[in-house]
């Protein structure tokens, strides 16, 4: 046999074995639907995973979340509820893909009858981008958005809170008013200053843990990781 057809029954069974592996990771997966609603829903995977950060013995899978607009829409309705009375809201700062969450909650704070204090404004809804060093920065177009106005930021979920502590440097760098924090997922392993407003939290996952990359117990039980997490999903090893 050649070498060339070495290669390729190499690959294939390694494409195999990664196939196989994430089949047995998929049917472990389960379902955590928000009691009020029981339409908005996340899959949750048990394994081992590993970020940049920590390591975590379940991925969250928040993409239906995000990007089915009809979910989205009922994720928002949910999210700007501890707003609607009383908190005065000029733009929604999005990270981690919540743009269309944003829109609509901007919406429900704006809908009459639903809000008072927001009815008949605007709400703008921003994303930063990053610079060439990698912090978060706002375009000199949008700077007017966040300075001196009334934000809310919204995150996809809240684990080792770089994300958000990023989010939150930017802004106050740009003189922006944090009124409100939100998250669809909140792991609930940092103590913050202010309230934080989740759809999910680890009460909500049996047994869900994050450890740090050197006090990992299923590394020390010498568990392979399963899939590193990326950016809206992960990627199998």
Known sequence: MSCYHLKVNSFNGCSIFIYE???????????VSL?????????????????SHFHANHFLDLDDLKTNSTVARDVAMELALPYLANTLVDT???MEGTEVIGAYMAEELLREGISVINSGREIHVVTPISNVNRKLT????????????????????????????SALECLSYYGGKIVGVSALFNADSIEYDREIHSMFTNKDIPNYQLFTLN??????????????IVHDGYIKI
Not at 21 to 31: D, H, L, P, Y
């Open 215 to 228: 006090e990992c117990p299923m590394c020390k039980e010498g568990r392979k990781l399963d899939a590193i």
């Open 92 to 94: 929604i700062v999005c």
């Open 21 to 31: 592996r994430e089949m047995i990771m998929k049917n472990k997966a389960f379902s």
């Open 138 to 165: 706002f375009q000199s177009n949008k700077q007017e958005l966040i300075s001196n106005r009334n934000i809310i930021v919204l995150v996809s979920s809240i684990s080792s809170g770089i994300t958000l502590n």
């Open 35 to 51: 009691t009020k609603n029981p339409s908005v829903s996340m899959n949750v995977i048990p394994g081992h995973f590993t970020t």
